[in-house]
C-alpha cells in the first residue's frame, strides 16, 4: 500500500528567508505527486502536482517541488517565504486503490512564518 | 457559485444523535469523496462514490452512512454519534477522467460531539 511521509510536524521561517518541506512517499509504481495548502478554517488548495516528465514542477504561488526517484523524495520550495504563505501544507501520493484512483496524504506540516 | 459547498460550516450535536453533513458541487464531477482531518493523521478517507449509486468504503468507514442519489450531491451522516467522531469532514470531487488524480476540496465542516 502506498504511504506518504511528512517528517517535520511544524516549521518556522522568517519572512523573506527560503523554505523546503519535505515529503517522502512509498508506492511501488509511478508515483503521481501532489502538494496541497490548507489555510486556517478553509479546505486544501492545489499547489503543484507531478505526473511525468520534468521532474521539477512550478505551481502557483511562487512554489515549486523536485521529484526524486532515487530518494522517494517529492519536496516543495520556495526561494522567499511571504507571510500569507503561514498554513498547514500536505503532500500527497495517487494511487490506485480498490475500484477508484485515490489520494493518500501525509500528516502535514505546519509552517509559522516570523515577521 | 460554481465550486464545491458543504453544510453545515460548523455543528456541535450530543452523542447519540444522528447527524447529516451535506456536500454539493456544480462541476458534475463523477467522483467524490468524505474525508476526516484529525491533528497528527492528516487526512483519512471515510467513503468515496464513482457515480450516483455507486459508494464505496474508505479507510475509516465505521459509523459512517452515505448515499449518492443525485451526481451533485454526497451527504454523509453520523447514525448515532460519539465523541471519536469529533473531527473537521472534508468533503472532494474530482473528474472521472483517465488518470486524473488531483482533487477539489470544499471548506470542511467541523463537528463536535458533546
Known amino acids: 500500500a502506498q504511504s506518504v511521509t511528512q517528517p517535520d510536524i511544524h516549521i518556522t521561517v522568517s519572512e523573506g528567508a527560503s523554505l523546503e518541506l519535505r515529503c517522502n512517499y512509498s508506492?511501488?509504481?509511478?508515483?503521481?505527486l501532489f502538494w496541497y495548502v490548507q489555510s486556517p478554517g478553509q479546505g486544501l488548495q492545489l499547489l503543484l502536482k507531478y505526473f511525468s516528465g520534468d521532474t521539477l514542477v512550478q505551481g502557483i504561488k511562487g512554489f515549486e517541488a523536485e521529484f526524486k526517484r532515487s530518494q522517494s523524495s517529492f519536496n516543495l520550495r520556495k526561494p522567499s517565504v511571504h507571510w500569507s504563505d503561514a498554513a498547514e501544507y500536505f503532500c500527497a501520493v495517487g494511487a490506485l486503490s480498490g475500484s477508484a484512483r485515490q489520494l493518500t496524504f501525509g500528516s502535514g506540516t505546519q509552517l509559522t512564518v516570523l515577521p | 457559485d460554481a465550486g464545491i459547498t458543504q453544510s453545515p460550516r460548523y455543528k456541535i450535536t450530543e452523542t447519540g444523535r444522528q447527524v447529516t453533513l451535506m456536500c454539493h458541487q456544480t462541476?458534475?464531477?463523477?467522483?467524490m469523496f468524505w474525508y476526516r482531518q484529525d491533528l497528527g493523521h492528516g487526512l483519512r478517507l471515510i467513503y468515496y462514490?464513482?457515480?450516483?449509486?455507486?459508494?464505496d468504503k474508505g479507510e475509516v468507514p465505521d459509523g459512517y452512512v452515505v448515499s449518492r442519489s443525485k451526481t451533485e450531491n454526497f451527504p454523509l451522516t453520523l447514525e448515532s454519534a460519539t465523541r471519536s467522531q469529533t473531527s473537521v469532514y472534508f468533503c472532494a470531487s474530482r473528474a472521472g477522467d483517465r488518470g486524473v488524480y488531483e482533487q477539489y476540496f470544499g471548506p470542511g465542516t467541523r463537528l463536535t460531539v458533546t
Open positions: 462514490s464513482a457515480a450516483a449509486d455507486i459508494t
Open positions: 508506492y511501488g509504481a509511478t508515483p503521481y
Open positions: 462541476w458534475s464531477h463523477s467522483y
